[in-house]
């Protein structure tokens, strides 16, 4: 009886994409469907490759002709492929093949991660507009955004570097687009693409001032470092 259970144990086990668990319902398979594709895995791995609907429903809960059924339509749903080859003694024969269905999870997982990358582009492009609406403390006019979205689709600046030249614009007291504008042209005009290219570019600019702000420019900002006026290049 234990050997029995132990060599029962040992039968083996089928490998098979983890995607296909989490993505089957998107590539519009049931669960009997999936079970089905499962069990000609199996038999495939086992060496059979063209298993009867006889010896795979006698492993499921549904009847032979239930079987044939769903075996036909994965077919036509291009799930799965029937191939017909010749082996070295020339005998002709049938198999199945599951490369359609892997096709199909490709696509379906190129087609999520698109769909992610959009959802996530939206997102960062509506957090663009907050933080500026949060900095001028006001709606954004339909000019202004309109400007915020040449920047990013005609410009193709990233949504970060479009929220530092807001930063340096803020920290320069002269928070209007016509100066963040100005401060994105000279960062692409520098190949500056990453905050700490920004800094590190703004830091050397300060450097070279060694005039001090004017009074105007100090009740914006209190702090006596001067700030790089990029309307002034």
Same mark, same amino acid.
């Given at each position: 009886?234990?050997?029995?259970?132990?060599?029962?144990?040992?039968?083996?086990? @089928?490998?098979?994409?983890a995607?296909?668990?989490?993505?089957?319902?998107? *590539?519009?398979?049931?669960e #009997?469907e999936?079970?089905?594709? !499962?069990?000609?895995?199996?038999?495939?791995?086992k060496?059979?490759?063209?298993?009867?609907?006889e010896?795979?429903?006698?492993?499921?809960? @549904?009847? *032979?002709?239930?079987?044939?059924?769903?075996?036909? %339509? !994965?077919?036509?749903?291009?799930?799965?492929?029937?191939?017909?080859?010749?082996? $070295?003694?020339?005998?002709? #024969?049938?198999?199945? $093949?599951?490369?359609?269905?892997?096709?199909?999870?490709?696509?379906?997982?190129?087609?999520? $991660?698109?769909?992610?990358?959009?959802?996530?582009? %939206?997102?960062?492009?509506?957090?663009?507009?907050?933080?500026?609406?949060?900095?001028?403390?006001?709606?954004?006019?339909?000019?202004?955004?309109?400007?915020?979205?040449?920047?990013?689709?005609?410009?193709?600046?990233?949504? @970060?570097?479009?929220?530092?030249? !807001?930063?340096?614009?803020?920290?320069?007291?002269? !928070?209007?687009?016509? #100066?963040?504008?100005? @401060?994105?042209?000279e960062?692409?005009?520098?190949?500056? %693409?990453?905050?700490?290219?920004? %800094?590190?570019?703004?830091?050397k600019?300060?450097?070279?001032?060694?005039?001090?702000?004017?009074?105007?420019?100090?009740? #914006?900002?209190?702090?006596?470092?001067?700030?790089?006026?990029?309307?002034?290049?």
């Amino acid at each position: 009886m234990k050997s029995n259970l132990l060599s029962w144990i040992e039968e083996g086990n @089928i490998t098979f994409p983890a995607v296909l668990l989490s993505q089957y319902r998107n *590539v519009h398979l049931n669960e #009997y469907e999936l079970v089905l594709l !499962l069990n000609i895995l199996s038999f495939i791995e086992k060496g059979n490759a063209f298993p009867t609907p006889e010896e795979l429903s006698s492993r499921m809960t @549904i009847s *032979v002709l239930d079987c044939n059924d769903m075996l036909r %339509k !994965l077919v036509q749903r291009g799930l799965l492929e029937i191939i017909d080859e010749v082996s $070295s003694e020339g005998i002709r #024969y049938e198999k199945y $093949s599951l490369k359609p269905l892997w096709e199909r999870l490709v696509d379906q997982f190129l087609i999520s $991660s698109q769909n992610d990358k959009e959802k996530s582009k %939206k997102a960062e492009e509506s957090d663009v507009y907050t933080c500026f609406e949060k900095e001028f403390g006001r709606p954004l006019s339909p000019f202004e955004c309109e400007s915020l979205s040449m920047w990013m689709d005609d410009d193709h600046h990233d949504p @970060i570097i479009i929220k530092a030249a !807001l930063r340096e614009a803020v920290m320069s007291g002269k !928070l209007n687009f016509r #100066y963040i504008d100005r @401060i994105l042209f000279e960062w692409k005009k520098n190949g500056i %693409k990453t905050i700490d290219q920004a %800094k590190n570019h703004g830091r050397k600019f300060r450097q070279k001032q060694t005039q001090h702000r004017t009074k105007q420019e100090e009740s #914006y900002q209190p702090s006596s470092v001067p700030f790089y006026n990029w309307l002034e290049q």
